[in-house]
């Protein structure tokens, strides 16, 4: 991703919400209406509107690193754009879904977050001049709409973990990723030269990856199921 995420830990989960985009495949391809102001919805989730502003200041934080690329075109920045609202509705969907599900963030937490995060350390503790400072020269926001921005990531996270706790292997599945692992190992013999003093590790991977896949299907569920009660509206001009 770009690396003022890895540096200041950007408040969207662009990285990790990027994996459940397939489950919200609606969003068509286009710019957002012109005429419309910074604090117009580009889109609503149950209500709770996506402001246009919002969403142009995350494609732009997204955008620095690709247009560093030989090949970034139009079609990139169009792709980007597609991706982040994506982004944005998938977070806006969880951090929702886990307030419903009676799971919280408290103002411990984000205090917790902020005072650890090197962002805001000036090598003897936390700075509460940078803090302001990184806030609104890199994220241009002020402290309140940071902190609301971690909370959703951080309700949005708890939900995710919970979906992945929620979507254990079974026994039967288990059985069936030791079959396949060993259909590899015999089909593959490089492959099975490679793994073999560390089949366990491959098996583990396989089954972090059902999980993965079942995670994500029950995200798309409970998508489906907003979608199909018309709780998301896109304000959006292919």
Known sequence: MISILNKYKNPILIITILFFVGSLGFVGA????????PNAAVAKVDGEPIKYKDFLRNVELVSQKARN?????????????QQVLQAMITQ??????????????SDLEIGYEIKNSPAFNDGNGFNKNAYIWVVRN?????????????KKEKLASKFQN??????????QEEKLLKEETDKVFASDKEAAKKLSSDADTAQAALQLAAIQ????DLLKSYSDKINGENKIKLFYKD
Do not use: C, S, W
């Not at 896949?213 to 994500?216: D, G, N, P, R």
């Open 162 to 171: 919970t979906l992945i706790l929620a979507a254990k292997v079974t026994p």
């Open 213 to 216: 896949v079942k995670a994500q």
């Open 138 to 150: 890199q994220f241009h926001l002020n402290p309140a709409e940071y902190e609301a921005q971690l």
């Open 30 to 37: 286009g710019v957002f209406m012109e005429e419309y102001g």
């Open 92 to 105: 806006e969907t969880m951090a929702q879904a886990a307030e419903k599900f009676g799971i919280g963030v």
């Open 69 to 81: 690329q030989e090949d970034y075109t139009e079609d990139t920045e169009k792709a980007i754009r």
